[in-house]
């Protein structure tokens, strides 16, 4: 399995980006995912779930309203649609499959494998 994330970049607060994450080894409609971030001298944090059909989403508090998950099974991708960043938006992104086996997607690291080597998104003030 290898997940490939992309998008990363500088931005002014306020601003957006669009991080990717490309799929491969793994047959990928079947799995739901999600996207986690770690900030300098900070555990990794759930961000953002998906289930395998797109039907469920799940948000952190601190982001939900600005950032939006979505996947296109076509081309074996996820995406995470950021709007409003703000300056503690800034960390290393990641996104992992999810491995658990609760209906309800987890939000804990452990939840989740096969993580990418991240995208890093920077917010300036």
């Known amino acids: 399995v290898q997940l490939v994330e992309s998008g990363g970049g500088l931005v002014q607060a306020g601003g957006s980006l669009r991080l990717s994450c490309a799929a491969s080894?793994?047959?990928?409609?079947?799995?739901?995912m999600g996207w986690f971030r770690q900030a300098p001298g900070k555990e990794r944090e759930f961000v953002s779930a998906i289930s395998w059909s797109g039907a469920s989403t799940y948000y952190a508090k601190s982001v939900k309203g600005r950032f939006t998950i979505s996947r296109d099974n076509a081309k074996n991708t996820v995406y995470l649609q950021m709007n409003n960043l703000k300056p503690e938006d800034t960390a290393v992104y990641y996104c992992?499959?999810?491995?658990?086996?609760?209906?309800?997607?987890?939000?804990?690291?452990?939840?989740?494998?096969?993580w990418g080597q991240g995208t890093q998104v920077t917010v300036s003030s």
């Open positions: 992992g499959v999810y491995i658990g086996r609760a209906a309800t997607l987890g939000r804990g690291v452990p939840d989740y494998d096969y």
């Open positions: 080894g793994l047959t990928f409609s079947t799995y739901s």
